[in-house]
Protein backbone atom coordinates (compact mmCIF):
# COMPACT_ATOMS: atom_id res chain seq x y z
CA UNK A 1 0.00 0.00 0.00
CA UNK A 2 1.20 3.43 -1.12
CA UNK A 3 1.65 5.84 1.47
CA UNK A 4 2.01 9.74 1.51
CA UNK A 5 2.60 12.02 4.61
CA UNK A 6 -0.42 14.36 5.26
CA UNK A 7 -1.21 17.50 3.63
CA UNK A 8 1.35 16.62 0.79
CA UNK A 9 1.09 18.08 -2.15
CA UNK A 10 1.35 15.88 -5.15
CA UNK A 11 0.68 15.36 -8.87
CA UNK A 12 -0.19 12.29 -10.14
CA UNK A 13 -0.20 11.81 -14.08
CA UNK A 14 -2.77 9.32 -15.72
CA UNK A 15 -2.54 8.08 -19.01
CA UNK A 16 -6.36 8.84 -21.09
CA UNK A 17 -7.48 7.10 -24.30
CA UNK A 18 -10.26 7.85 -26.05
CA UNK A 19 -11.82 4.95 -27.87
CA UNK A 20 -14.87 7.27 -28.98
CA UNK A 21 -15.67 10.00 -30.86
CA UNK A 22 -13.54 13.55 -30.55
CA UNK A 23 -14.99 15.42 -27.86
CA UNK A 24 -13.78 17.70 -24.22
CA UNK A 25 -13.72 15.55 -21.33
CA UNK A 26 -13.75 16.05 -17.61
CA UNK A 27 -10.97 13.80 -15.39
CA UNK A 28 -11.62 13.83 -11.61
CA UNK A 29 -9.09 12.31 -9.23
CA UNK A 30 -10.77 11.38 -6.36
CA UNK A 31 -9.49 10.84 -2.30
CA UNK A 32 -11.88 9.28 -0.14
CA UNK A 33 -15.71 10.21 -0.31
CA UNK A 34 -14.19 13.26 -2.28
CA UNK A 35 -12.17 14.27 0.84
CA UNK A 36 -10.10 15.44 -1.56
CA UNK A 37 -9.90 15.68 -5.40
CA UNK A 38 -8.25 17.35 -8.25
CA UNK A 39 -10.39 18.14 -11.85
CA UNK A 40 -8.91 18.59 -15.51
CA UNK A 41 -10.72 19.75 -18.47
CA UNK A 42 -9.11 18.08 -21.83
CA UNK A 43 -10.06 17.55 -25.44
CA UNK A 44 -8.83 14.27 -26.91
CA UNK A 45 -9.43 13.34 -30.72
CA UNK A 46 -10.79 10.12 -31.78
CA UNK A 47 -8.35 7.47 -31.17
CA UNK A 48 -5.98 9.75 -29.02
CA UNK A 49 -3.95 9.23 -25.81
CA UNK A 50 -3.05 12.39 -23.94
CA UNK A 51 -0.87 12.19 -19.89
CA UNK A 52 -2.99 13.95 -17.99
CA UNK A 53 -1.75 16.01 -14.81
CA UNK A 54 -4.18 15.89 -11.23
CA UNK A 55 -2.12 17.85 -8.80
CA UNK A 56 -3.87 17.54 -5.09
CA UNK A 57 -3.02 18.44 -1.97
CA UNK A 58 -3.74 15.16 0.47
CA UNK A 59 -6.13 15.13 3.35
CA UNK A 60 -5.02 16.14 6.87
CA UNK A 61 -6.43 13.44 8.52
CA UNK A 62 -4.54 10.25 8.96
CA UNK A 63 -5.76 6.91 8.06
CA UNK A 64 -6.49 4.64 4.65
CA UNK A 65 -8.67 6.31 2.23
CA UNK A 66 -9.65 4.62 -1.26
CA UNK A 67 -8.25 6.46 -4.62
CA UNK A 68 -10.32 6.74 -7.91
CA UNK A 69 -10.65 8.35 -11.00
CA UNK A 70 -13.92 9.10 -12.63
CA UNK A 71 -13.96 10.71 -16.41
CA UNK A 72 -16.97 12.49 -18.15
CA UNK A 73 -17.84 14.10 -21.32
CA UNK A 74 -17.81 17.69 -20.31
CA UNK A 75 -21.53 18.80 -19.44
CA UNK A 76 -22.56 15.58 -18.69
CA UNK A 77 -23.04 13.86 -14.98
CA UNK A 78 -22.80 9.72 -16.00
CA UNK A 79 -19.24 8.64 -16.12
CA UNK A 80 -17.75 7.34 -18.93
CA UNK A 81 -15.03 5.48 -17.42
CA UNK A 82 -13.96 4.79 -13.53
CA UNK A 83 -11.19 3.18 -12.51
CA UNK A 84 -10.26 1.71 -8.38
CA UNK A 85 -7.04 2.41 -8.21
CA UNK A 86 -5.30 0.39 -4.87
CA UNK A 87 -5.65 2.57 -1.84
CA UNK A 88 -3.14 5.00 0.19
CA UNK A 89 -2.51 5.37 3.84
CA UNK A 90 -1.84 9.10 5.30
CA UNK A 91 1.04 9.19 8.06
CA UNK A 92 2.11 11.90 10.26
CA UNK A 93 4.18 14.61 8.77
CA UNK A 94 6.74 15.15 11.55
CA UNK A 95 8.17 12.01 13.24
CA UNK A 96 10.86 14.04 15.49
CA UNK A 97 8.65 16.14 18.09
CA UNK A 98 8.37 14.65 21.29
CA UNK A 99 6.60 16.39 24.50
CA UNK A 100 9.24 16.25 27.47
CA UNK A 101 7.12 17.35 30.46
CA UNK A 102 4.81 19.56 31.49
CA UNK A 103 4.71 22.89 34.17
CA UNK A 104 2.32 24.90 35.78
CA UNK A 105 2.44 27.85 38.16
CA UNK A 106 0.94 28.06 41.74
CA UNK A 107 1.01 31.18 42.99
CA UNK A 108 4.00 32.23 41.37
CA UNK A 109 6.17 29.22 41.92
CA UNK A 110 7.17 26.93 39.14
CA UNK A 111 6.82 23.07 39.15
CA UNK A 112 7.76 21.35 36.81
CA UNK A 113 7.35 17.87 36.61
CA UNK A 114 7.15 14.48 33.85
CA UNK A 115 4.88 12.39 35.05
CA UNK A 116 2.21 14.19 37.09
CA UNK A 117 1.19 17.41 38.92
CA UNK A 118 -0.80 18.82 42.26
CA UNK A 119 -2.31 22.23 42.19
CA UNK A 120 -3.57 23.68 45.02
CA UNK A 121 -6.91 25.31 44.95
CA UNK A 122 -7.77 27.28 42.61
CA UNK A 123 -4.74 29.53 41.86
CA UNK A 124 -3.01 28.16 39.23
CA UNK A 125 -2.64 31.08 36.56
CA UNK A 126 -0.34 29.44 34.45
CA UNK A 127 -0.14 26.14 32.80
CA UNK A 128 1.56 24.50 29.91
CA UNK A 129 4.04 21.98 28.60
CA UNK A 130 7.33 21.71 26.74
CA UNK A 131 8.80 19.80 23.92
CA UNK A 132 11.72 18.81 21.56
CA UNK A 133 12.51 18.86 18.33
CA UNK A 134 14.87 16.21 17.60
CA UNK A 135 14.76 16.60 13.54
CA UNK A 136 18.01 17.81 12.33
CA UNK A 137 16.01 20.30 10.63
CA UNK A 138 13.47 23.21 11.60
CA UNK A 139 9.38 22.63 11.11
CA UNK A 140 7.35 24.88 10.44
CA UNK A 141 3.22 25.39 10.42
CA UNK A 142 2.79 24.09 14.31
CA UNK A 143 0.91 24.88 16.55
CA UNK A 144 0.13 23.91 20.14
CA UNK A 145 -2.95 22.78 22.21
CA UNK A 146 -3.95 21.99 25.85
CA UNK A 147 -7.17 20.45 26.71
CA UNK A 148 -8.01 20.05 30.53
CA UNK A 149 -10.98 18.13 31.70
CA UNK A 150 -12.30 17.76 28.00
CA UNK A 151 -13.34 20.86 28.58
CA UNK A 152 -10.83 24.28 28.64
CA UNK A 153 -9.07 24.33 25.45
CA UNK A 154 -6.22 26.66 24.81
CA UNK A 155 -4.11 27.49 21.85
CA UNK A 156 -0.98 29.83 22.49
CA UNK A 157 1.98 31.06 20.64
CA UNK A 158 5.46 30.56 21.72
CA UNK A 159 5.03 34.06 23.59
CA UNK A 160 2.95 35.09 26.45
CA UNK A 161 -0.11 36.22 26.21
CA UNK A 162 -3.03 37.56 27.84
CA UNK A 163 -5.63 35.68 25.50
CA UNK A 164 -4.54 31.90 24.42
CA UNK A 165 -4.72 32.68 20.79
CA UNK A 166 -3.28 29.72 17.66
CA UNK A 167 -0.60 30.95 15.84
CA UNK A 168 1.40 29.09 13.62
CA UNK A 169 5.87 28.95 14.34
CA UNK A 170 8.92 27.36 13.15
CA UNK A 171 10.42 24.59 15.77
CA UNK A 172 14.59 25.10 14.98
CA UNK A 173 15.97 22.31 14.13
CA UNK A 174 17.23 20.23 17.91
CA UNK A 175 15.45 22.71 19.53
CA UNK A 176 13.48 22.19 23.04
CA UNK A 177 10.85 24.74 23.23
CA UNK A 178 8.66 25.54 26.23
CA UNK A 179 5.04 26.92 25.82
CA UNK A 180 2.71 28.70 28.07
CA UNK A 181 -0.95 28.96 28.14
CA UNK A 182 -1.71 32.03 30.48
CA UNK A 183 -5.04 33.74 31.11
CA UNK A 184 -5.82 33.79 34.81
CA UNK A 185 -6.76 31.02 37.15
CA UNK A 186 -8.71 28.49 35.28
CA UNK A 187 -12.61 29.15 35.48
CA UNK A 188 -13.71 25.24 36.62
CA UNK A 189 -16.97 25.99 37.15
CA UNK A 190 -19.20 24.11 39.81
CA UNK A 191 -18.94 21.74 41.53
CA UNK A 192 -15.10 22.30 41.46
CA UNK A 193 -13.55 18.49 40.45
CA UNK A 194 -10.91 17.41 42.77
CA UNK A 195 -9.32 15.26 39.97
CA UNK A 196 -8.65 16.78 36.31
CA UNK A 197 -6.96 15.14 33.47
CA UNK A 198 -4.95 17.66 31.04
CA UNK A 199 -3.95 16.87 27.23
CA UNK A 200 -1.30 18.51 25.57
CA UNK A 201 -0.73 18.30 21.60
CA UNK A 202 1.76 19.30 19.01
CA UNK A 203 0.22 20.05 15.37
CA UNK A 204 1.97 20.95 12.62
CA UNK A 205 -0.10 22.21 9.22
CA UNK A 206 -3.36 20.81 12.03
CA UNK A 207 -1.94 17.50 12.36
CA UNK A 208 -1.22 16.09 15.67
CA UNK A 209 1.84 15.10 15.23
CA UNK A 210 2.72 14.31 19.19
CA UNK A 211 0.65 14.16 22.50
CA UNK A 212 1.43 13.54 26.22
CA UNK A 213 -1.15 13.57 29.01
CA UNK A 214 -0.96 14.22 32.39
CA UNK A 215 -3.03 13.82 35.35
CA UNK A 216 -2.93 16.04 38.40
CA UNK A 217 -5.73 16.62 41.90
CA UNK A 218 -7.26 20.24 42.59
CA UNK A 219 -7.07 20.35 46.69
CA UNK A 220 -9.14 23.30 47.96
CA UNK A 221 -6.67 24.65 51.08
Same mark, same amino acid.
Given at each position: ?????? @???????????? %?????????? *????????? @???? $????? !??????? %??????? +?? !? #? &?????????? !??????????????? *?? @??????? #????? /??????? $?? &???????? !??? +????? $????????????????????????? /??????? @???? #?????????NAQIGVWFNGGPLDWGEPVPNHASALAEVLVNGVVVATGTIEFDILNL
Amino acid at each position: MPDFQA @SDQKTATIPITN %HGEAGSFNSA *LVIGNWVAY @SIQY $FFLAA !GEQKNIS %HPITMPL +VL !G #I &YPVSLVVTLE !GEEAPLAQRQYEDIE *LL @SPVEGLV #ITGFH /YVVDGTL $FW &YISGWIAW !GLR +VTHVG $FKFENLTPAPISGITVRLTINDTYV /YNSPLND @SLEP #IAQPFTAPANAQIGVWFNGGPLDWGEPVPNHASALAEVLVNGVVVATGTIEFDILNL
